[in-house]
């Protein structure tokens, strides 16, 4: 090591000395958690692997086409790695998907007729789905389209409700929405072996339904995926866990044949599919995102444990605690006062590698019911595998945070989380 010493340069960067020695004492107590985290990343880095050399990725296909992007051969390449990544027959990953609700628009929409219905059976769906679905009315919806939705909460245990799952599967049930991660909801997220065994009751009762999974924050937190446990098809987007922080923006839907040729005609358009849709030289980005998907995972769900067994010794509500399995990167601290999402957003900005001198402030956002405080400086915008938080200034003043494209990186953000806490006297050691 060079003079300057590990510690010298946390202390140089604003972080108390208290602050750096409690952080070290707890995170020296997760070596065995790491450990198991590190085992999945190597079972998921081999798998993505094993994908690109199985489809001969080679150096041409990074290139990329313009114009119609006729026998873009980079782009089918990407799309074979995607399909054997998850397992299934086919996948759709695009630039031209802006985001991950448009790839659930599109997979909703492109397998959805009038009459048709969608069930969810793990209770509201996220936020954004509500306009699509028309939930909250909507310009453009599936409502206005005749399609028509119910859910099924699930049981105060967190468990399936099978009866009145089985009671709300009809005639016109054509597609189960199923989020894997709880996003910005209270419930547990479920596990790909939970998400296994409602897709095999109600195909059960029903063997044609398209079981849809939003795969949202989910990807590679386990070594198997939804679509490895009778999912049709699984759904995300780019700027989260599979575009590992280098894909600048995308959607992916992977699935069966029938399924993703749908929604290839409903991206696109009838009669084309997936034969166009330029890659604008995007392709090298998606492909080394998905190369280092796993690990980049990894940190994030590292620096997610780390954070929750900090702010649980200090006494706070952590949701999934400190010692609870992880099936999503989503980690929630119930901080009871908004001067304490305040500071700890502070630290999460002040920390950023981009826009570190930039003070985070509660805003009005369109769509919400109080205000929300947000804190992200990433080489993406908006990306949210990077290390970002966010709280609506709401009861029960719980953030929200998630990423961090590096354990080293979370790791920091959360030091530098508490050290604003600290500063503000809004604990008392
Ligand atoms: C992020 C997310 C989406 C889609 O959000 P976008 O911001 O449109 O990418 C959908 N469902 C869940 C569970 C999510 O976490």
């Not at 994908?51 to 074979?80: I, P």
């Not at 993406?380 to 953030?399: F, H, N, Q, R, T």
């Amino acid at each position: 090591m060079s003079k300057t010493t590990l510690k010298d340069y946390y202390l140089s960067l604003g972080i108390d000395e208290k602050v750096y020695d409690f952080c070290s004492d707890i995170e020296a107590g997760l070596e065995d958690r790491f450990k198991d985290i590190d085992n999945i990343a190597e079972y998921n880095q081999i798998k993505v692997l094993k994908a690109m050399q199985e489809a001969r990725l080679a150096e041409e296909h990074l290139n990329g086409t313009t114009g119609y992007g006729y026998n873009d051969s980079g782009r089918e390449a990407v799309e074979e790695i995607y399909a054997k990544v998850f397992g299934t027959e086919e996948a759709l990953v695009r630039q031209q998907i802006t985001c991950g609700t448009h790839a659930l628009y599109i997979a909703l929409s492109a397998n959805l007729r009038p009459g048709d219905e969608i069930l969810s059976p793990v209770g509201k769906v996220y936020d954004t789905l509500e306009g699509v679905i028309g939930v909250r009315e909507s310009k453009g919806s599936l409502a206005e389209f005749g399609i028509t939705f119910r859910q099924v909460d699930l049981l105060p245990d967190g468990s399936f409700d099978y009866d009145s799952i089985k009671a709300n599967i009809n005639e016109k049930t054509k597609l189960i929405e199923i989020q894997r991660s709880k996003g910005y909801d209270v419930r547990p997220t479920l596990s790909v072996e939970q998400i296994g065994e409602v897709i095999s009751f109600i195909k059960g009762i029903k063997p044609d339904v398209i079981c849809m999974v939003d795969n949202c924050y989910g990807e590679f937190v386990e070594t198997i995926e939804p679509s490895e446990v009778g999912a049709d098809m699984v759904v995300g987007s780019l700027i989260k866990n599979p575009g590992g922080g280098l894909a600048p923006i995308g959607g992916y839907i992977c699935g069966t044949k029938e399924c993703i040729d749908n929604c290839a005609y409903r991206l696109t358009s009838p009669g084309l599919g997936k034969e166009v849709g330029a890659s604008l030289g995007v392709t090298r980005n998606i492909a080394q995102g998905l190369f280092m998907a796993p690990t980049v995972t990894a940190s994030a769900l590292k620096g997610a444990i780390f954070a929750a067994n900090i702010y649980e010794k200090l006494g706070f509500k952590t949701v999934p605690n400190a010692t609870e399995d992880r099936y999503d990167i989503i980690q929630a601290v119930e901080f009871g006062k908004p001067e304490l999402i305040q500071a700890f957003c502070e630290g999460i900005q002040a920390a950023a590698p981009v826009d570190s001198y930039v003070t985070p402030v509660p805003w009005d956002m369109p769509g919400y019911d109080s205000q929300v405080i947000m804190a992200a400086g990433a080489f993406v915008s908006g990306a949210s595998i990077e290390l970002s938080a966010d709280a609506p200034m709401k009861e029960p003043y719980a953030v929200y945070f998630q990423g961090g494209l590096t354990y080293e990186h979370a790791k920091f953000g959360i030091m530098m989380s508490l050290q604003k806490i600290v500063e503000k006297g809004l604990i008392v050691w």
